[in-house]
T-cell receptor
Framework: ELKVEQNPLFLSMQEGKNYTIYCNYS?????LYWYRQDPGKSLESLFV?????AVKQEGRLMASLDTKARLSTLHITAAVHDLSATYFC?????????????FGKGTKLSVKP | NAGVTQTPKFQVLKTGQSMTLQCAQD?????MSWYRQDPGMGLRLIHY???????DQGEVPNGYNVSRSTTEDFPLRLLSAAPSQTSVYFC??????????????FGQGTRLTVV
């Protein structure tokens, strides 16, 4: 059974600081997605990582995937208040006998001035 | 391009009532799914469909029914609402594995309260 663990679950940062959110998963997969959710809103796709070593960057966020370690990271550089949100990773499960996307519990990020 | 459309956005039900949450997508996606989101629990899969006429259970299917008569629509039915079904419900769609691109797109959500 594929399990996805994110840590930390809560993160309070000061503006201008750097930090990394980790997403570990338990069985083989080479597709991983990061989503952002603002309070009361839907999930917005941030990054699609489709192979080992994939790295994507958008603004102050950079995501990477290491399929051998079963680990993805979301790195935040010089955080700003606008990045405050909940971030979810989701791992793709091939075969889909119990659905094809397994989500972590999310990391609630709060960026303070 | 509307993407994934869910209705209603908000709903209050009394215990024992039934209702249908609607989900429609216009991207010709084969794969559609329903999740519920509860505080501290992430998103949990209720039911999913890999194409018209094909549905299957996810992690938390009890108390919910689905059908998929067309590629575009995937309604979720609550048979007899219970307070434990108070949650935010999201519908999502994507291409299936064979298409290569499996990124999921989400509707705006339905906030359901059962009293």
């Amino acid at each position: 059974e594929l399990k996805v663990e994110q840590n930390p679950l809560f993160l309070s940062m000061q503006e201008g600081k750097n930090y990394t959110i980790y997403c570990n998963y338990s069985t083989t997969s080479d597709r991983l997605y990061w989503y952002r959710q603002d309070p009361g809103k839907s999930l917005e796709s941030l990054f699609v990582l489709l192979s080992n070593g994939a790295v994507k960057q958008e603004g102050r966020l950079m995501a990477s995937l290491d399929t051998k370690a079963r680990l993805s990271t979301l790195h935040i550089t010089a955080a700003v208040h606008d990045l405050s949100a909940t971030y979810f990773c989701a791992v793709y499960r091939y075969g889909g006998s119990q659905g094809n996307l397994i989500f972590g519990k999310g990391t609630k990020l709060s960026v303070k001035p | 391009n509307a993407g994934v459309t869910q209705t209603p956005k908000f709903q209050v039900l009394k215990t024992g009532q039934s209702m249908t949450l609607q989900c429609a997508q216009d991207m010709n996606h084969e794969y559609m799914s329903w999740y519920r989101q509860d505080p501290g629990m992430g998103l949990r899969l209720i039911h999913y469909s890999v194409g018209a006429g094909i549905t299957d259970q996810g992690e938390v299917p009890n108390g919910y029914n689905v059908s998929r008569s067309t590629t575009e629509d995937f309604p979720l039915r609550l048979l007899s609402a219970a307070p434990s079904q108070t949650s935010v419900y999201f519908c999502a769609s994507s291409y299936s594995e064979g298409a290569g691109d499996t990124e999921a797109f989400f509707g705006q959500g339905t906030r359901l309260t059962v009293v």
